[in-house]
């Protein structure tokens, strides 16, 4: 595979981002990155990596970009916007690892396509500790000439990586499924240790009586580990972003009609209201435990 090991384009070094492209650093590919804050870009250039000033000046026509970025209007400016990526690329390959709509992406695959590109969807599971590790997984979809050029470089960011077809925003109707299950699983361990606490029992002991034993996977050791210890301060998945998500998931046909996500909505307008957008996702553990945390 000649082109597992070629020059790259990597947009977006936020907590996911910047550990991701060093993966790819590492696994020897040489990387043109740009970030909207300059000084993220600077501490990757001290790494061997060469900093746009450009998301069209980071790609080269007809290679491959890899972006990672906060939300639609982000993705959308870097793409399409005056100093955007899409012409430049041209006959390239885009390699879309935001949590966004589905309808973005298979929006921009056209615009891709028109060119002669393509455009795979591949968001990722993992807080940045994974993502250090290259430990994340991976859901992806989109043409599947595209899915197998892009494989190389998925192998290297994550343990797996699952593909779920032509449709690039089948990728991410999975990633926002995905999300709304650690939404519900913080909830569930809220509501569960409130009761254990109640009871005089002691939060981190129960809990970590359930992750080892029924409940040991990642969702309940990470997220539920946070909530028994009540440490909300800023971590991997902010609140506004997860809020972010819940309203994309929130779009999808049927979502409307669930009385959990009409709970979790509610949840994270009041989370919203008392200012705890930069609070790490679990902080909707603290609506039940607020006057003790």
Known sequence: MQEARMEIGFLGLGSMGT??????????????????????????????AVVAASPAKAVKPGG??????????????VVEGPDGLLKALGAGLHISMSTVSPGINQRLAKAHAALGGSLVAAPVFGRPDAAAAAKLNIPCAGPAAARIRALPYLQVLGQRVESFGEDPGAANVVKLCGNYLIFAATQAVAETLAVAQ?????????????????????AYVAYGGRVASQDYAEGGFKMSLAHKDLRLFSDQPGAQGLPLRALLAGNFDAAHERGWDGMD????ARLLDAPKA
Do not use: Y
Not at 29 to 47: I, M, P
Not at 64 to 77: E, F, N, Q, R
């Open 19 to 48: 550990p991701m492209a060093r993966n790819l650093m590492k696994s020897g590919h040489k990387l043109t990155v740009w970030n909207r804050d300059k000084a993220k870009s600077q501490v990757l250039a001290g790494e061997g």
């Open 64 to 77: 491959v970009v890899i972006t990672m970025l906060s939300d639609d209007a982000a993705l959308s400016a």
């Open 198 to 218: 109640a009871s005089g029992l002691d939060r981190e002991a129960v809990m970590g009586f359930f992750t080892s034993t029924n409940f040991n996977c990642p």
């Open 281 to 284: 996702v679990t902080a909707l």
